[in-house]
């Protein structure tokens, strides 16, 4: 059984860019969530993609947006990217977005903005 | 708005010496809550979920328990690689995310 997977590893990109993460999710996972990790803080939620629709957002700007893809995949873009968005990108996978289910996370794409 | 305090932030053991790590949570109605281990770098690593006050659960030389306001992640004997950061969360009835606390970074010395 394959875990989480997230692809880059590490990122560094200037203040203004644009940024794609992205996340496989676990094998028989139809459901993705995208969390942000600043350094020393636990992860903030931002949203959650349940059978490629978006099932509920955190507090974060229309800057950042998702996909999910019919093999439930997921992509994270980031436009007008700002300082403070350097932080590490989990992905989490769960057997599904209703009910409760353990969410698996992957290793991360650490992000870097000059 | 749901919310999650751990407490300490940082913990200093001997290796042998047991300590619990303490999780206060206010939530508009609980569904579960989470104990996850964080590596330096890595992705959280589940390990427990908890869903009713009264409830417990064991892995190895850690046990949680619940309560209606907090959880307590108990270590027994710790070993130097049980230094980590552990991390809990609480999923609300109102939503599926998951809100994290800052975590509570344990050092356990040989």
């Known amino acids: 059984e394959t875990g989480v997977t997230q692809s880059p590893t590490h990122l560094i990109k200037t203040r203004g860019q644009q940024v794609t993460l992205r996340c496989s999710s676990q094998s028989g996972h139809n459901t993705v969530s995208w969390y942000q990790q600043a350094l020393g803080q636990g992860p903030q939620f931002i949203f959650q993609y349940y059978r490629e629709e978006e099932n509920g957002r955190g507090n974060f700007p229309p800057r950042f947006s998702g996909l999910q893809f019919p093999n439930y995949s997921s992509e994270l873009n980031v436009n007008a990217l700002e300082l403070d968005d350097s932080a590490l990108y989990l992905c989490?996978?769960?057997?599904?977005?209703?009910?409760?289910?353990?969410?698996?996370f992957g290793p991360g794409t650490r992000l870097t903005v000059l | 708005e749901d919310q999650v305090t751990q407490s300490p932030e940082a913990l200093r053991l001997q290796e042998g010496e047991s300590s619990s790590l303490n999780c206060s949570y206010t939530v508009s109605g609980l569904r579960g809550l989470f104990w996850y281990r964080q590596d330096p770098g890595k992705g959280p690593e589940f390990l427990f979920t908890?869903?009713?006050a009264g409830e417990e659960k064991e892995k190895e030389r850690l046990k949680a328990t619940l309560t209606k306001k907090e959880s307590f992640l108990h270590i027994t004997a710790p070993k130097p690689e049980d230094s980590a950061t552990y991390l809990c969360a609480v999923q609300a009835n109102a939503g599926n995310m998951l809100t994290f606390g800052g975590g509570t970074r344990l050092m356990v010395k040989p």
């Open positions: 989490a996978s769960s057997l599904s977005g209703t009910g409760i289910y353990e969410q698996f």
């Open positions: 908890l869903y009713s």
